[in-house]
Nanobody, 121 residues
Framework: QVQLVESGGGLVQAGGSLRLSCAAS????????MGWYCQAPGKQRELVAT???????NYADSVKGRFTISRDNAKNTVYLQMNSLKPEDTAVYYC???????????????WGQGTQVTVSS
């Protein structure tokens, strides 16, 4: 069984910062990409940022220059540093990991339970 546990969400004023963390645990052989997605009320879940096992990153245009994704492969943990937050960043943020549980397994996506980020104006 694999678990992704997120932490670091909360309430912050516009212009402030938050740092999200997500630790993957359980039966894990290897992790490919990890990432963060967000879902605002009434909207579909959308990509925020992803990072490969080699450190290559990809960001949504709306967060470029404000958010930074990083990971610690030894800890199976991914982080999202969120700076210059805006009210439109308010959403539930979900951690994602594409991983194998055994060596010859087909890589599968796993999701965290989500953490609420609320930015007040």
């Amino acid at each position: 069984q694999v678990q992704l546990v997120e932490s670091g969400g909360g309430l912050v004023q516009a212009g402030g910062s938050l740092r999200l963390s997500c630790a993957a645990s359980g039966r894990i052989f290897s992790i490919n990409a990890m990432g963060w997605y967000c879902q605002a009320p009434g909207k579909q879940r959308e990509l925020v940022a992803t990072i490969t096992s080699g450190g290559r990153t990809n960001y949504a245009d709306s967060v470029k220059g404000r958010f930074t994704i990083s990971r610690d492969n030894a800890k199976n943990t991914v982080y999202l540093q969120m700076n210059s937050l805006k009210p439109e960043d308010t959403a539930v943020y979900y951690c994602n990991a594409n991983l194998r549980t055994v060596r010859f397994d087909v890589p599968t996506d796993y999701w965290g339970q989500g953490t609420q980020v609320t930015v007040s104006s």
